[in-house]
């Protein structure tokens, strides 16, 4: 990760704030609820990440126009432009990880990554 955090800290985002970046960006506009299981976070850390990337003017909330109650957050172009400017940089560090662990490790690792995001961890489980 040190790699991967450079590059995040030299662009003035956290690892989460660009899970987030890169999830509205891949997806368009989104309910926090979805963001935060796509993301792989806490919706109440996702809310206190929301609100650092719309202060920095990285996303936008809007509440959605078919349910009031739902917001809907989406990327602006400067979080596009974050996204952009470090997306070579980012694919590198992932492929020199593929290359560095072998591609048959790279696999087994993505594989078990995946189950662990999709374990149910309920509110008793943290600890």
Request: charged residues 35%; aromatic residues 2%; proline residues 3%.
């Amino acid at each position: 990760m040190m790699p991967i955090r450079g590059m995040l800290a030299d662009a003035g985002v956290t690892e989460q704030q660009w899970r987030v970046l890169r999830v509205l960006d891949e997806e368009g506009p989104l309910d926090p609820t979805t963001i935060a299981s796509r993301a792989v976070l806490l919706l109440p850390s996702l809310t206190r990440i929301l609100q650092k990337l719309e202060e920095k003017g990285l996303v936008t909330r809007r509440r959605d126009e078919y349910d009031r109650r739902r917001q809907v957050i989406e990327v602006t172009e400067a979080g596009r432009d974050i996204i952009n400017a470090n997306m070579d940089t980012s694919r590198r560090i992932l492929s020199d990880l593929r290359e560095r662990l072998g591609e048959e490790r790279h696999e087994v690792l993505i594989d078990l990554l995946g189950e662990l995001t999709e374990l149910d961890f309920g509110e008793g489980d943290r600890g």
